[in-house]
Nanobody
Framework: QVQLVESGGGLVQPGGSLRLSCVVS????????MAWHRQAPGKQRELVAR???????DYADSVKGRFTISRDNAKNTVYLQMNNLKPEDTAVYYC??????????????WGQGTQVTVSS
């Protein structure tokens, strides 16, 4: 059973920092593409950051230079370090895994989300 559990969200002032964690079971984070998405009220869910099985990373333009995605293979955990947070970063953040099966089919797995609120 694949499970992704996010944590680390909360209320922070503009300019502050948070680190989100995604503890993964059922698959290895080192063998799959992992990503963070976010969804603000009234908006579409958007890709924030992604790390491939080869270690390449991609970021949304809005978070480049401020957010960093990483993984700890020993802990089977993916992180999103968020610095210099802005009010527009307020959203529910979701961990995502894209898994390629032996059949070459793909499966998409999601965590339950963690709320990040940036406000004075």
């Amino acid at each position: 059973q694949v499970q992704l559990v996010e944590s680390g969200g909360g209320l922070v002032q503009p300019g502050g920092s948070l680190r989100l964690s995604c503890v993964v079971s059922g698959i290895r984070v080192s063998s799959n593409t992992m990503a963070w998405h976010r969804q603000a009220p009234g908006k579409q869910r958007e890709l924030v950051a992604r790390i491939t099985r080869g270690g390449s990373t991609d970021y949304a333009d809005s978070v480049k230079g401020r957010f960093t995605i990483s993984r700890d293979n020993a802990k089977n955990t993916v992180y999103l370090q968020m610095n210099n947070l802005k009010p527009e970063d307020t959203a529910v953040y979701y961990c995502n895994a894209l898994v390629v099966a032996t059949t070459r089919s793909m499966s998409d797995y999601w965590g339950q989300g963690t709320q990040v609120t940036v406000s004075s």
